[in-house]
């Protein structure tokens, strides 16, 4: 499968309200973006797709939801003040900095020809703040770069609290900040996004094993929401790409328009984390087995996702064009649970005689499924606008519908149509839609 053009799909989102550039109306805030109506809806929904599978359906992973404004402490235990930077040079003619990775032996993508690099300089990647009404030393804060630590520091707590024993599972979805060098390409990379990252607590014996089941279980939740499998890899880090904290790193990767980029790695944490917060809390970290008498550290299996680029893998494998009646359309084939509206209720007319009806079954629907309703322009319109938008059926209440009780199922894939009563819409949709 070729990658899809990322044009398309940026404009897509901009027209239809999924993305917008961050503060546009003042020109734009570099590679800040906001999501409209339906982009946060699907943010949402790929959210809610990984605590679903990451937590809701096991029994050995809780969620928690940490403070994104941490201390220093944390941040030097965890090793992020003195290794969490980037290597980066400046252009001496254009005087723009690039991360040194990206330029090589090639010419500055600015000034072209005639340039010249500095020596590459450390960049540490975390934005610091204050805390209070006072600057300076004891009041400097910092943004969380993941949301990992929330984990780390918090594992003591949920130990005791969770009635949890290794191998489990804490695990988070939230906001994370780097001062990225080059941010770009849509919402690839950004310096404000998401994250949804499970730390995996085991026992040293079991880290290898776990790590496969991680990178294998992580690469088909992908493909079960829909991306083609072609469309990904595992690509296994070299020594010298390691974060400070990993033994070993795996990235899954998609066919994006500029070639393979990351969606998730799952790393090798080992004990670093928990034993350099035992250390510089003086506090323990471990695990004590009352069965084998054995106190020991767990060892840390890592699968850390970005929601951001996610969804932008998802609009990117689902955005297609094809022929109905003749007719070119644009159709986003998202999994039901990733669209924004798994429903559109469609009155027929405008009509008093019909409104009513629709908005009761719009009302019945949206107990389960969230629905959009839409009553402008001609019903054919109104179609290819959900089709664009991904929705993945259409219910058209129509004068019949006041007569016989029934309604029109329309579906977004093969556009074939169904009459079905609406007394058992729910039941039907539940079949459907596999929930
Ligand atoms: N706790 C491990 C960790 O943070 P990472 O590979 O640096 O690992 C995990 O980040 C995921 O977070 C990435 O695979 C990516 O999906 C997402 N991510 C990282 N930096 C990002 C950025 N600047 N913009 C958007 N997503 C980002």
Avoid at 116 to 144: C, I, Q, S, W
Avoid at 275 to 285: D, M, N, T, Y
Avoid at 295 to 313: I, L, S
Avoid at 406 to 418: F, L
Wanted: with cysteine.
């Amino acid at each position: 499968m070729p990658a899809k053009d990322l044009d398309q799909v940026v404009n897509l989102c901009k027209r239809r309200g999924f993305v917008y550039p961050s503060g546009e109306i003042y020109g734009g805030f570099r590679s800040s973006y906001d999501y409209g109506p339906l982009g946060s809806l699907m943010l949402r929904n790929v959210k809610e797709a990984w605590v679903r599978t990451m937590v809701q359906q096991r029994d050995d992973v809780v969620l928690i939801d940490a403070a994104i404004l941490g201390a220093p402490q944390v941040f030097e235990a965890s090793g992020h003040l003195s290794n969490f930077s980037d290597p980066l040079v400046d252009c001496t003619v254009c005087k723009r900095r690039f991360r040194q990775d990206q330029i090589d032996d090639r010419d500055c993508p600015q000034s072209k020809k005639g340039c010249e690099f500095t020596d590459a300089r450390a960049f540490n990647l975390m934005f610091k703040t204050h805390a209070g009404p006072v600057e300076g030393e004891g009041a400097t804060v910092y943004l969380r770069p993941e949301t990992a630590q929330g984990m780390f520091v918090n594992f003591a707590n949920v130990l005791q609290t969770s009635r949890k024993k290794p191998p489990f599972g804490i695990a988070q979805v939230g906001k994370s900040f780097r001062n990225e060098i080059t941010p770009g390409n849509f919402i690839f990379r950004t310096r404000e996004f998401e994250q949804m990252e499970l730390e995996f607590f085991v026992p040293p014996s079991e880290s290898a094993q776990w790590y496969d089941y991680w990178c294998k279980s992580r690469l088909q939740w992908y493909i079960d929401y829909g991306i083609p499998a072609e469309m990904l890899r595992i690509r296994e880090h070299a020594k010298d790409e390691l974060s400070h904290y990993s033994a070993g790193t795996s990235d899954i990767e998609f066919l994006f328009p500029w070639g393979w980029g990351e969606l998730e790695g799952i790393a090798q944490r080992t004990d670093y984390d928990l034993k350099q917060h035992a250390e510089h809390s003086r506090q323990k970290l471990e695990y004590f087995d009352q069965s084998t008498n054995e106190r020991y550290v767990p060892y840390v299996v890592e699968p850390a996702a970005g929601a951001n680029r996610t969804m932008a893998a998802f609009l990117l494998a689902a955005y297609d064009e094809d022929l109905v009646n003749d007719e070119p359309r644009t159709v986003l084939r998202l999994h039901p649970r990733l669209a924004p509206f798994q429903i559109a209720v469609l009155p027929l007319s405008k009509k008093d005689t019909l409104m009513p009806l629709a908005k009761k079954i719009h009302a019945m629907l949206g107990m389960r499924y969230m629905c959009d309703f839409d009553e402008t322009q001609a019903i054919g319109r109104r179609y290819r606008r959900q089709d664009e938008i991904g929705t993945p059926y259409c219910v058209t209440v129509d004068f019949d519908s006041l007569e016989d009780d029934s309604v029109t199922i329309r579906e977004r894939d093969t556009t074939a149509q169904s009459r079905v009563k609406i007394d058992v819409l729910m039941s039907e949709f539940s079949q459907r839609l596999g929930y």
